[in-house]
């Protein structure tokens, strides 16, 4: 797996893309309280999230956006990227770091990507990929007005309409299931 990692990088600094190697969190356990979730991280290298069908369990978040009339905030992701690049992608995303609180990566990941501070969070599922990613999925709400600004890993974005059925054509339907899955 070291090996395929290695190549995967290689891969990624000679189309342009920053490699982002390094460490990463990985989910070694969790459990599930009354009103709590708790996890068990420990590091792992962030290259081996790019080898085929075999991400290690290592730990994303994924944490949508929402505005306070209930519109969704979207991104297309540009095409340098070593994860989702040309595809739309719905708010935030990215690694959680080694000794990181996973809520805390979520609101990093927003502060990052579109420089933006929710007045509202919460984490609605805790998911794994078939490829062994693992997402922590959360939700955030903008106050009233608020604006964003991508960062320079968007390359276009919108708001789509509150209503999942009313998306834009570019919604493929991972996106559009994600979208029903948290509007209940």
């Known amino acids: 797996m070291i090996d395929a990692a290695d190549v995967a990088i290689d891969a990624l600094r ?4 920053p490699s982002h190697d390094g460490l990463a969190a990985r989910l ?5 309280g009354p009103d709590r979730l708790y996890l ?3 590091p792992v290298r962030w290259a081996v999230r790019l080898v085929r ?17 209930g519109s969704w905030l979207a991104g297309r992701r540009a095409r340098w990227l070593a994860t989702w690049a040309g595809r739309w992608a719905l708010g935030a995303g990215g690694s959680v770091e080694v000794d990181e609180d996973p809520i805390g990566a979520l609101t990093r990941e ?6 933006v501070e929710p007045v509202r969070l919460r984490v609605e599922a ?7 990613l693992v997402l922590l999925v959360g939700q955030a709400w903008l106050p009233d ?3 964003v600004e991508p960062d320079h890993e968007h390359d ?15 919604a493929d339907e991972p996106l559009r299931r994600i979208g029903a899955l948290l509007a209940e």
């Open 28 to 32: 070694a356990d969790f459990a599930a």
């Open 40 to 42: 068990e991280l420990q």
């Open 156 to 170: 276009e974005y919108a708001w789509w309409p509150a209503a999942v059925d009313e998306w834009p054509e570019e």
């Open 126 to 132: 805790l998911v794994q990929l078939p490829s062994e």
């Open 145 to 147: 007005g608020a604006t």
């Open 14 to 17: 000679r189309r342009g893309s």
């Open 110 to 115: 927003l502060r990052e990507e579109w420089s």
């Open 53 to 69: 069908d075999r991400a290690g369990r290592s730990l994303s978040v994924l944490c949508l956006v929402r505005a306070a009339d």
